[in-house]
């Protein structure tokens, strides 16, 4: 306490008190259009520290000299300056800046006007989000700017989704993720998404995309970085709002397999007597069997407002979300605070911001997607003979369950009891200090954290054909992701009147710790127990700078450098700096342009950063370290008391590379800002190019020499290329109608330049990309020369009618041998242009959007057809199986699994979002209601077989289906 109050004195102390006889003046401050009175305008005698704020009937009270300005500030709207000569009474109308809202950006550590930025940043505002029944915050901005691709989640409720800045492929082995950062908060990659977030909480989304604005962030930053903003109350009379939807939810599609009675027909052509007798009379469906209709409720409820030096909002939330695969549900409840006190004349800032969220998780069996495609349609679901709880299963002669057949799909989903609840927060204490006596100067220091435990369980019962070798089967789990943030760093900003230039600088320094724990327990009805517990924890430790200089409002400068040091890398390369720098000519700001009657924006940027990578491998990948074996590597010691062998788990030692350092990218990025006719028509083009360095990837080792025969190391290099086009129109603005739209595209390439430690011609590559079929199989390849991940295939041969022809392929080396030599790099899951578009209209009171998504060129491998399409699939495992439909048309006995013809266009033109609404702008006293209606995934268009064309990692393999979401939704403003 003493400290605290000593603490006080001092800041009292630093503020300087004014000895001098002044004059009261009074007045109230109205917004200019409507006369209604504002509640916290900034009243500062100007060059002074004397002020004061207007309270809620806009009125205001200050001493001032003869001859002083009085200067009037509120966000949003045009500052005001009067000079005082004498008067009583001053009374001001302000006027609404929108101009001004839209130009001020989030950027790492503070904020920048849009004018003065050089970097590739965009930012998405909540005023142009998508709509619909959006549970995963990033949903939000999908379609919304270039270079930006969100891959909706699947069907699953409370899923997130992959985001990829710039195509994405920044790595072969580390995370290609961005770096997520909330409220300054960075969050730990290593820990789930961002569905603990209300998307009606977030103001803005701001992607800092190129290396000379994301270097700030260093070591984290190769995969681009978001920065989230959630909303803050204002100042005033309080403010309820009310949001609620109701959303029906179905699945377009579902995978193409025989009917029941062309599969009937395909056994008894191909069949035994044995396989022929095991057909059914029954004609089922298990695609519809395991789906349903999906509903989902979502309410939120906020409150936010105001006293003279500060301002609060709040929300609570709550959302529950059925998924389409039976018994899958979420249930999540939400809660917000943000609170903000100004002190001492504004000169001390206060801010408490706490998000927060508990979700119930009830997992449908997702093993029923796959086997609902391969049970026997000629089957029943319930068998009153069966001993496995009354479900049809596939059995031996002697009536004991087939252990490598399918299992009954109802019976996985309704004897699979798996649920988790998930407590996740993210939060902060931030305080701001403007020192009095030089006012140039602001310091910060801000505490984050993030907090991420899930509790898990699950419970298959004694009779479930799934378990039926270990009687049941009882588990539970516990992961705890835990992260600690300080931040002490300093503002400086300085305007230089003699040779017209500002200077903007930020130093600081950072610390996060990470902790993250996991432990699981499993005991199955022959009381054998399995039990683990893992833990680990890291640090960061980081210095960091920017400096932002702009000369005449024309020359813009920006520096960006950082240190950062990981305990997670040896100590001899766990400090490195990454930076980079930035240009920008405003060219509407010379004479030349003054008069121009087209441009009405005009800017050039050229940047180049360095950034890193340390999102790969476990914690001190660099030391020997022992580590639980699996269940392959058990050693008997003793017998259970059911006179049983007992295996324990062995330790072994694992690999490790005491030179392991993190990937290093480095970017150049030029970009060009434009506006055209008084930015009715506004928009930037971005041309980039990234060479990733020490890339870490898997090499082969002798035997022996590193307890493995594989080493993770640093090898590779790996190069990106691309353009990016924003385009905004405002096409009518008139009182009664208004109509913007925008386009976005981006394309991308990407090549890897090395990838072994010395070139081996004899090596094809690094296998990557595992499918079903076989055991270890792989469909992908990563090679020296081509692109990340492409598809390591032989290249079909087809019959005269079109149709491929079974084992025939084309001997690409010509040595008269069809062999592993002849397989070949066919296409890539990589997208050669990814485009959205974006329309919104207002006609009166009524409002129409809607998003639209493509993306070309980007290629899947159905590996659903490919496993299942076959007589050998039919007859496989000891019972017989539905097959994927398309052996109707290749008629293939056996699996072709490294066939291209599985490799499949899967370009696609998808509308994501259709809203209609309308706004009662009365609809009582003061009170504002908008009704809505939304359509979401309304249709795809494709040339794709399979389910759906949107895969991340191109390799499709019976994934939970994407849902179609009509909703019903109301907004009210009290």
């Known amino acids: 306490m003493k400290k605290m109050q000593k603490f006080i004195l001092f800041l009292a102390f630093l503020i300087p008190i004014g000895m001098f ?34 309270d809620f009937d806009g009125k205001y009270q200050i001493s001032a000299n003869d001859g002083q300005i009085i200067v009037f500030t509120y966000v949003g709207y045009k500052n005001q300056e009067i000079a005082y000569t004498g008067q009583a009474t001053i009374d001001v109308a302000l006027e609404e800046d929108a101009s001004t809202l839209d130009e001020v950006v989030v950027v790492g550590y503070g904020s920048a006007v849009k004018k003065d930025v050089t970097g590739a940043v965009e930012s998405v505002t909540s005023e142009d989000f998508n709509g619909g029944a959006i549970v995963s915050p990033e949903q939000l901005i999908a379609g919304k700017t270039a270079g930006v691709q969100v891959t909706p989640p699947s069907g699953a409720p409370g899923s ?57 962030y260093g070591s984290r930053a190769t995969g681009g970085v978001i920065l989230i903003t959630t909303k803050t109350g204002k100042s005033g009379q309080l403010n309820v709002n009310v949001n609620h939807f109701t959303s029906v939810g179905s699945n377009v599609n579902e995978v193409d397999v025989l009917s029941s009675t062309q599969f009937r027909d395909l056994v008894m052509a191909n069949g035994n007597a044995n396989q022929i007798d095991d057909l059914g009379n029954a004609s089922t469906n298990w695609q519809d069997e395991i789906y349903r209709g999906s509903l989902t409720h979502d309410t939120n409820v906020t409150v936010s407002g105001g006293f003279d030096n500060s301002s609060y909002r709040a929300s609570v939330g709550f959302v529950t979300q059925e998924g389409t695969l039976r018994t899958s549900e979420v249930d999540r409840w939400t809660g917000s605070l943000k609170f903000i ?11 408490a911001n706490v998000l927060g969220a508990i979700l119930d998780d009830q997992f449908g069996n997702q093993g029923a997607i796959g086997a609902a495609v391969s049970f026997d349609p000629t089957q029943t679901v319930f068998d009153p003979n069966s001993p496995f709880n009354g479900y049809t299963e596939n059995v031996n002669n002697d009536g004991t369950i087939n252990t490598i057949a399918v299992r009954n799909p109802v019976g996985l989903i ?56 270990t009687d049941g089967l009882f588990g539970t789990n516990n992961t705890l992701n835990r992260t600690q943030l300080l931040d002490v760093f300093a503002f400086y900003k300085k305007d230089i009147e003699s040779i017209n230039t500002t200077i903007d600088v930020t130093a600081g320094h950072s610390f996060q710790n990470f902790y993250r724990s996991n432990r699981f327990l499993n005991v199955d009805g022959l009381d054998q127990v399995n039990s683990n517990v893992f833990k680990t924890e890291n640090a960061l430790e980081s210095y960091f700078g920017r400096a932002n200089i702009s000369i005449a409002d024309k020359y813009l400068i920006t520096l960006n450098l950082r240190n950062d040091i990981s305990s997670r890398l040896n100590p001899d390369d766990r400090s490195d700096i990454f930076g980079g720098v930035s240009l920008g000519w405003n060219i509407m700001g010379e004479k030349f342009m003054e008069n121009s009657k087209v441009f009405s924006q005009l800017k ?16 001190y990948g660099y030391i020997p370290r022992y580590t639980t074996g699996d269940g392959r590597v058990q050693y008997q010691f003793g017998y259970n008391p059911d006179g049983s062998p007992r295996f324990v788990t062995t330790i072994r030692p694992e690999e490790y590379d005491e030179n392991l350092r993190w990937e290093r990218s480095k970017t150049i990025n030029l970009g060009l800002d434009f506006g055209f006719l008084n930015d009715r028509i506004t928009g930037s083009v971005e041309v980039y190019e990234r060479k990733v360095e020490d890339l870490i990837n898997f090499i082969s080792v002798p035997a022996g020499t590193n307890l493995s025969n594989m080493l993770f190391t640093n090898v590779g290099n790996l190069e990106n290329r691309g353009l990016e086009v924003n385009l905004n129109t405002l096409i009518v603005d008139t009182e009664k109608f208004s109509w913007n739209t925008n386009f976005n595209v981006s394309f991308f390439d990407n090549e890897i330049t090395k990838l072994f430690l010395t070139d081996d011609p004899t090596t094809p590559g690094s296998p990557t990309g595992g499918i079903a079929g076989g055991v270890g199989n792989t469909i992908q390849i990563n090679s020296v020369g081509f692109e990340a991940n492409s598809f390591y295939v032989f290249k079909q041969i087809y019959d005269a009618n079109g149709a491929p022809i079974e084992g025939a392929y084309v001997d690409i080396n010509g040595d008269g041998v069809v062999d592993i030599d002849d397989r070949y790099r066919y296409k890539s899951p990589n997208a050669d242009a990814v485009l959205g578009f974006n329309s919104n209209m207002q006609y009166g009171n009524f409002d129409f959007s809607f998003t639209m998504r493509a993306s070309l060129g980007n290629f899947a491998y159905n590996n659903v057809a490919s496993n299942t399409g076959n007589i050998q699939s039919l007859f496989g495992a000891n019972s017989i199986n539905n097959v994927n439909a398309s052996i109707l048309d290749t008629g293939f006995q056996n699996q072709q699994l490294f066939s291209d013809y599985y490799v499949q266009d899967a370009s696609f033109l998808k509308l994501d979002n259709l809203t209609i609404g309308y706004t009662f702008q009365e609809a009582f006293k003061n009170t504002r209601l908008r009704v809505y209606a939304t359509g979401q995934n309304l249709f795809v268009i494709t040339d794709y077989d399979g389910l759906d064309p949107e895969i991340d990692g191109g390799i499709d393999n019976n994934f939970y289906p994407r849902s179609r979401n009509i909703l019903m939704g109301i907004n009210l403003n009290l």
């Not at 003046?25 to 520290?49: A, D, F, H, Q, R």
């Not at 910060?444 to 479930?464: H, L, M, Q, S």
């Not at 050039?604 to 914690?619: H, P």
């Open 604 to 619: 050039l940027r050229a940047g180049y950063g360095e950034t890193g990578q340390q999102e790969f491998g476990q914690d």
């Open 21 to 54: 006889a002044q004059t009261k003046v009074t007045g109230v401050v109205t917004e200019k259009s409507t006369g209604t009175p504002l509640l916290g305008v900034n009243v500062v005698i100007k060059g002074t520290t004397t002020g004061t704020t207007t």
């Open 160 to 216: 997130g989704s992959a985001i990829k800045i710039r195509g994405g492929v920044s790595s072969l082995s580390a995370s290609s993720a961005p770096l997520i950062v909330v409220d300054g908060v960075p969050l730990d990659q290593g820990s789930a998404g961002l569905n603990y977030i209300n998307a009606n909480d977030i103001e803005s989304f701001t992607v800092l995309k190129d290396a000379s604005a994301a270097s700030i």
């Open 414 to 469: 309704e004897q699979n009891d798996s649920t988790a609840e998930t407590k996740r927060s993210t939060g902060s204490l931030k305080i701001d200090y403007t020192l009095p006596f030089f006012r140039d100067l602001k310091l910060t220091v801000k505490g984050g954290y993030d907090y991420n435990e899930v509790d898990g369980r699950f419970v298959i019962p004694d009779g479930a054909a799934s378990n039926e070798v």
């Open 341 to 351: 006190q100004r002190l001492l004349n504004d000169d001390l800032r206060i801010e």
